[in-house]
């Protein structure tokens, strides 16, 4: 019996039931009743409605943009409505949850007015807001939901722009180059023609400076900036705006794919996430000491004979400090990672949209890449984004990008946390290079037979099955419009972890810092003299 052939059959007939539950559900009466628009200013608020607490600390005021919300009432009977605004840190709503106890009828909307602005410093990955209007009518529960963009002027100032800095991204135009005050009027200064071929843009709450080229000798526009994952949004901006003229050009991407930078922040962000685990793992084992002492103090103390402390006293005040200064690294690193997810999610951005300008993906295949390189960056307890991204390329390799026989046998590995990034940085670069060959990501008709190496003990690992076959160099490949070109230029091989360990990745190695400052058990017992094994204690009947 083929195994492969009865679930691919299996997963068909589930469609077809699925396909027929679908159509048995009531419809979405969200239109009969109400509906939502958004008007968002292009300028800034005169007076900035950031709040207090906010962790940006400039010299200027935080910038904010205030949208107006309409809710339309259609039918008259919609009772109280709970509005929820949703955006993506670092950005925040002035307020996210509104009751309204009545709307307005369709000729005369209510209006809500609701701030933005950014509250912590680090860099926005999204600037897409969602909107969700909750009510009744009758006694069911009816849902209408909406979403709008920020403004590119609520996270970036208009600056000088710089001759040249360390990261450069290029994308050609197969027209006439447009004029970037032209593209962007809202960061041109004064004269306006000044900005034509060269304009700067300063992210609000964080040193990095973008500066967007433009050369109508060549039909390019650069972008170039000191920190790699800044130049995202404006990219972003750059694409959609020259899309939406009347005669959008054709863009393309031809240099090499910044492989490696992108691997320094995998590495980055895997880094703290085992500092946080190795950190709350700490910190709970200092809690349990800390109670392990507490009983004995507490039986010496219902003792009816009086006994010396043996310093226990000053045992337990030292461990309450290591507690505290465990407990302290946590929240430390917890910040860290947050910050080293945002920029991530800028990276994995900035490299799937240079694929798709390089292979001339359309917007079905980015999609499914950004399905299989998530670009939102979630770290729970049981799973993260490495996890995933592994998972998930893998499962592509094995289908739509399969080369071979034993790409197709490759096994989905579990989600577990990975002790180094090194798998992950492989599978990117293969992954980019079939892309590049002219390979095609599709999900229609995957289906997942291999789920975990348990289940098949002789099943080949997905690296083995993905990398093995792949010769040391890439070979010579044609991409439209660029001719033959070694396939080298385009990707380049992530760094080995000691590379990355190498390079100064300031926030792991003050987390190693503040991990290694939390004092140990032993460390107390030589200060008061005592030679007696705590840890020995069993910590069960502890009194609280």
Same mark, same amino acid.
């Given at each position: 019996?083929?195994?492969?052939?009865?679930?691919?059959?299996?997963?068909?007939?589930?469609?077809?039931?699925?396909?027929?539950? $679908?159509?048995?559900?009531?419809?979405? +009466?969200?239109?009969?009743?109400?509906?939502?628009?958004?008007?968002?200013?292009?300028?800034?608020?005169?007076?900035?409605?950031?709040?207090?607490?906010?962790?940006?600390?400039?010299?200027?005021?935080?910038?904010?943009?205030?949208?107006?919300?309409?809710?339309?009432?259609?039918?008259?009977?919609?009772?109280?409505?709970?509005? $929820?605004?949703?955006?993506?840190?670092?950005?925040?709503?002035?307020?996210?949850?509104?009751?309204?106890?009545?709307?307005?009828?369709?000729?005369?909307?209510?209006?809500?007015?609701?701030?933005?602005?950014?509250?912590?410093?680090?860099?926005?990955?999204?600037?897409?807001?969602?909107?969700?209007?909750?009510?009744?009518?009758?006694?069911?529960?009816?849902?209408?939901?909406?979403?709008?963009?920020?403004?590119?002027?609520?996270?970036?100032?208009?600056?000088?722009?710089?001759?040249?800095?360390?990261?450069?991204? $290029?994308?050609?135009?197969?027209?006439?180059?447009?004029?970037?005050?032209?593209?962007?009027?809202?960061?041109?200064?004064?004269?306006?023609?000044?900005?034509?071929?060269?304009?700067?843009?300063?992210?609000?709450?964080?040193? =990095?400076?973008?500066?967007?080229?433009?050369?109508?000798?060549?039909?390019?526009?650069?972008?170039?900036?000191?920190?790699?994952?800044? +130049?995202?949004?404006?990219?972003?901006?750059?694409?959609?705006?020259?899309?939406?003229?009347?005669?959008?050009?054709?863009?393309?991407?031809?240099?090499?794919?910044?492989?490696?930078?992108?691997?320094?922040?995998?590495?980055?962000?895997?880094?703290?996430?085992?500092?946080?685990?190795?950190?709350?793992?700490?910190?709970?084992?200092?809690? $349990?000491?800390?109670?392990?002492?507490?009983?004995?103090?507490?039986?010496?103390? @219902?003792? @009816?004979?009086?006994?010396?402390?043996?310093?226990?006293?000053?045992?337990?005040?030292?461990?309450?400090?290591?507690?505290?200064?465990?407990?302290?690294?946590?929240?430390?690193?917890?910040?860290?990672?947050?910050?080293?997810?945002?920029?991530?999610?800028?990276?994995?951005?900035?490299?799937?949209?240079?694929?798709?300008?390089?292979?001339?993906?359309?917007?079905?295949?980015? =999609?499914?890449?950004?399905?299989?390189?998530?670009?939102?960056?979630?770290?729970?307890?049981?799973?993260?984004?490495?996890?995933? =991204?592994?998972?998930?390329?893998?499962?592509?390799?094995?289908?739509?990008?399969?080369?071979?026989?034993?790409?197709?046998?490759?096994?989905?590995?579990?989600?577990?946390?990975?002790?180094?990034?090194?798998?992950?940085? @492989?599978?990117?670069?293969?992954?980019?290079?079939?892309?590049?060959?002219?390979?095609?990501?599709? +999900?229609?008709?995957?289906?997942?037979?291999?789920?975990?190496? =348990?289940?098949?003990?002789?099943?080949?690992?997905?690296?083995?099955?993905?990398?093995?076959?792949?010769?040391?160099?890439?070979?010579?490949?044609?991409?439209?419009?660029?001719?033959?070109?070694?396939?080298?230029?385009?990707?380049?091989?992530?760094?080995?972890?000691?590379?990355?360990?190498?390079?100064?990745?300031?926030?792991?190695? @003050?987390?190693?810092?503040?991990?290694?400052?939390?004092?140990?058990?032993?460390?107390?017992?030589?200060?008061?003299?005592?030679?007696?094994?705590?840890?020995?204690?069993?910590?069960?009947?502890?009194?609280?």
């Amino acid at each position: 019996m083929n195994i492969a052939e009865f679930d691919k059959s299996m997963a068909k007939v589930k469609a077809e039931i699925h396909d027929c539950n $679908t159509d048995l559900l009531p419809k979405s +009466m969200e239109s009969e009743h109400l509906a939502l628009e958004v008007d968002v200013p292009t300028t800034r608020d005169k007076v900035s409605q950031a709040g207090d607490d906010s962790e940006i600390r400039e010299s200027d005021p935080i910038p904010s943009v205030t949208a107006t919300v309409r809710l339309r009432s259609r039918s008259g009977q919609t009772g109280e409505v709970t509005l $929820t605004v949703d955006c993506s840190p670092p950005l925040v709503a002035g307020k996210s949850v509104f009751r309204i106890s009545s709307t307005g009828s369709f000729d005369k909307p209510t209006e809500i007015p609701v701030s933005f602005y950014m509250k912590y410093n680090y860099s926005a990955s999204d600037l897409s807001v969602g909107l969700m209007a909750t009510y009744t009518v009758g006694s069911l529960v009816q849902v209408t939901k909406s979403s709008f963009q920020l403004p590119l002027l609520l996270v970036c100032r208009p600056t000088l722009p710089l001759k040249s800095d360390l990261h450069k991204l $290029t994308v050609d135009s197969d027209r006439e180059l447009v004029k970037l005050h032209e593209i962007f009027p809202e960061f041109a200064g004064s004269p306006p023609e000044a900005c034509a071929q060269a304009m700067g843009f300063q992210l609000i709450g964080s040193p =990095a400076k973008i500066t967007l080229l433009a050369s109508n000798k060549s039909n390019r526009y650069r972008l170039q900036s000191g920190h790699f994952e800044a +130049m995202w949004l404006v990219l972003r901006e750059l694409i959609e705006r020259l899309g939406a003229r009347k005669k959008p050009p054709s863009l393309s991407y031809k240099e090499t794919l910044p492989l490696q930078e992108v691997s320094l922040l995998v590495e980055q962000h895997l880094s703290l996430r085992h500092n946080v685990l190795e950190l709350a793992e700490i910190l709970g084992q200092r809690a $349990t000491q800390y109670r392990v002492i507490q009983k004995r103090l507490l039986t010496k103390f @219902k003792d @009816k004979t009086p006994t010396p402390l043996q310093n226990l006293d000053v045992l337990l005040e030292g461990t309450y400090k290591s507690i505290l200064k465990a407990a302290d690294a946590v929240n430390s690193n917890r910040v860290s990672l947050i910050q080293a997810g945002a920029h991530l999610s800028c990276a994995v951005n900035l490299l799937v949209t240079l694929l798709g300008l390089t292979a001339g993906l359309t917007a079905e295949e980015l =999609a499914v890449l950004r399905v299989c390189l998530p670009t939102n960056i979630l770290d729970y307890d049981q799973y993260g984004w490495e996890e995933v =991204a592994t998972s998930a390329i893998t499962l592509l390799l094995s289908t739509s990008l399969s080369k071979s026989a034993s790409d197709s046998a490759a096994v989905i590995p579990p989600l577990e946390l990975p002790k180094d990034a090194d798998k992950l940085c @492989k599978l990117l670069v293969v992954l980019c290079d079939r892309v590049a060959k002219g390979g095609r990501p599709r +999900m229609e008709g995957v289906v997942v037979a291999n789920r975990t190496p =348990a289940a098949d003990p002789i099943a080949v690992d997905p690296i083995d099955a993905v990398v093995a076959s792949e010769p040391p160099r890439l070979p010579d490949y044609t991409v439209s419009g660029v001719g033959e070109r070694d396939s080298s230029r385009f990707v380049k091989k992530p760094p080995s972890v000691e590379a990355v360990r190498d390079g100064g990745l300031g926030a792991v190695s @003050k987390s190693r810092e503040q991990l290694d400052g939390i004092p140990d058990l032993d460390d107390m017992e030589a200060l008061i003299g005592e030679k007696e094994d705590y840890r020995s204690m069993s910590p069960t009947g502890l009194d609280v």
